[in-house]
Structure formats: C-alpha cells, structure tokens
T-cell receptor
Framework: GQQLNQSPQSMFIQEGEDVSMNCTSS?????WLWYKQDPGEGPVLLIA?????ELTSNGRLTAQFGITRKDSFLNISASIPSDVGIYFC?????????????FGIGTKLQVIP | DGGITQSPKYLFRKEGQNVTLSCEQN?????MYWYRQDPGQGLRLIYY???????QKGDIAEGYSVSREKKESFPLTVTSAQKNPTAFYLC??????????????FGSGTQLSVL
C-alpha cells in the first residue's frame, strides 16, 4: 500500500514559538486531512485540503496541499500549552473512497511553558 | 450536537471470549469505518461499510466481525480468533464516497485490553 512519511516524529518547543510539520507520500493524493489526538481520545479533524496548492487556516493553524500532490504541511503559530498532543496526517488517493485513506504515524508535540 | 459515540471507553476481554464495541453516529453519514491503533503505527482499517446491510473487509479483518443493520450503528465484535486484541479501537464516519469535500470524523475510542 501507499506509504506516508511524517516528520518530525516528535518535537519540543517553547511556548510562543511557531511549529512546522509535514507529510510526504510516494503517490499522489486527492485529499489531505490533518488531525490532533490527545492521549486516550479520538482524533479531532483540524483541516481538510482538496486541491493542489490549497492553503487553509483554522485559527493559529495553517495547512497547505503541496503542488505535486505528494505532500502537505501543517504550521502552528504562537504555540500554547494546550497545543500539546499528537498531530497526524491522512491522505486519500485518487482511486476509491475514504476506505483507501492512508495515515501517518504522527508528530508528538510538547510545549514548554 | 452531532457526532460519533463509542462505548464502552474501556473493555477487558478474557481468553476465549468475544466482545462487542459499540459505535453510533447521528451525522446521517452513509459510510462508517473501524480502525485499530497501536503505538508507533498509523491507523489500520479493520472493516468499512458504505451503506446499510453491506460491509467490506479492510486490511486487518481477521478475527473481527461487524454488522450494519441500521444507518447510525456499526458495532464491531472482536472474536476469540483475534490473538492480539489489545489496542485502541476507533470508529469513524464520512458522508459517502461520492460526496464533494468529504470529511472523515472519529469517535472517542475504546481501549481493549486482555485479562
């Protein structure tokens, strides 16, 4: 199946700093989804991207659908302690519905107050 | 509020026992999914259903069974044939394969452990 590489796997940042993480694939996707998951909880959808080059914001979060359709980026500006959690990406390939979605293994974000 | 409800939050299974995880959604979504989450791995698809009374195996269906008798409900049974059932199980739903700008939403998960 398709492979999604997500990086970095973990990061420690100071409160107030900006954060950037990305996902890359060996194949193209039609849709990129970004989620945040807290320990013991289900993932919460942050941003959905549907077109190559699309740039979408949700508060302090901004995500972009790469022009090659093989990558996506998530940026968090002015981080705060509640940003702590695991962020992961998901990509839907051109063929098939969401049953074909591939998930990254996540970026664990820790914020130092 | 619309959403996906999973129960119970924690479940313990004895050897040789079948257990059932509940998933209910009030989003009026046609498609529902079950995923398994293990530490250090991406989510893996167990079963999915695109319409009532129909479901398909995902990548790791062995040892699991499902039913889809109602649009809003998609229970997952972990059978005794599943030898390594300890994991966090996530139910998800989406509007349907042919919807535009489709999104995938998740429930809050069930942690299954073996006694």
């Amino acid at each position: 199946g398709q492979q999604l590489n997500q990086s970095p796997q973990s990061m420690f940042i100071q409160e107030g700093e900006d954060v950037s993480m990305n996902c890359t694939s060996s194949s193209i996707f039609n849709t990129w989804l970004w989620y945040k998951q807290d320990p013991g909880e289900g993932p919460v959808l942050l941003i959905a991207l549907y077109k190559a080059g699309e740039l979408t914001s949700n508060g302090r979060l901004t995500a972009q659908f790469g022009i090659t359709r093989k990558d996506s980026f998530l940026n968090i500006s002015a981080s705060i302690p509640s940003d702590v959690g695991i962020y992961f990406c998901a990509g839907q390939p051109p063929s098939g519905g969401y049953q074909k979605v591939t998930f990254g293994i996540g970026t664990k974000l820790q914020v130092i107050p | 509020d619309g959403g996906i409800t999973q129960s119970p939050k924690y479940l313990f299974r004895k050897e040789g026992q079948n257990v059932t995880l509940s998933c209910e959604q009030n989003l009026n979504h046609d498609a529902m999914y079950w995923y398994r989450q293990d530490p250090g791995q991406g989510l893996r698809l167990i079963y999915y259903s695109q319409i009532v009374n129909d479901f398909q195996k995902g990548d790791i269906a062995e040892g699991y069974s499902v039913s889809r008798e109602k649009k809003e409900s998609f229970p997952l049974t972990v059978t005794s044939a599943q030898k390594n059932p300890t994991a966090f199980y996530l139910c998800a739903s989406s509007s349907g394969t042919f919807s535009t700008n489709e999104k995938l939403f998740f429930g809050s998960g069930t942690q299954l452990s073996v006694l």
